[in-house]
Nanobody, 125 residues
Framework: QVQLVESGGGLVQAGGSLRLSCAAS????????MGWLRQAPGKEREFAAA????????WYADSVKGRFTISRDNAKNTVYLQVNSLKPEDTAIYYC??????????????????WGQGTQVTVSS
């Protein structure tokens, strides 16, 4: 498995932007599909974005499409989530996760075997 550490969260006003990063350990980062998921207080974890091995294919939930951009740098073992035009409802803990390809695109929630500890994003109105 790969170890993941997120960073970049914080407090931002509505309309603002953040860039979340997720650093992965290990030499096999490029073999993993990567995803960003988020969990708001009192709500279930929501799948926000995913990216394939090369970075050439991405997927977004309707709630973030057009505002969030997922990318990866395999040379740096890092996946990013650029979050723009933030809304108070984007307030959540953001987790990155790694999945081996299980035959589905985007990966299913259960495909994600490795998770980071999360980074808090708080959007004030």
């Amino acid at each position: 498995q790969v170890q993941l550490v997120e960073s970049g969260g914080g407090l931002v006003q509505a309309g603002g932007s953040l860039r979340l990063s997720c650093a992965a350990s290990g030499r096999t980062f490029s073999t993993y599909l990567m995803g960003w998921l988020r969990q708001a207080p009192g709500k279930e974890r929501e799948f926000a974005a995913a990216i394939n091995w090369s970075g050439g294919t991405t997927w977004y939930a309707d709630s973030v499409k057009g505002r969030f951009t997922i990318s990866r740098d395999n040379a740096k073992n890092t996946v990013y989530l650029q979050v723009n035009s933030l809304k108070p409802e984007d307030t959540a803990i953001y987790y990155c996760a790694a999945a081996q390809y299980g035959g589905y695109w985007p990966p299913r929630y259960d495909d994600f075997a490795s998770w980071g500890q999360g980074t808090q994003v708080t959007v004030s109105s």
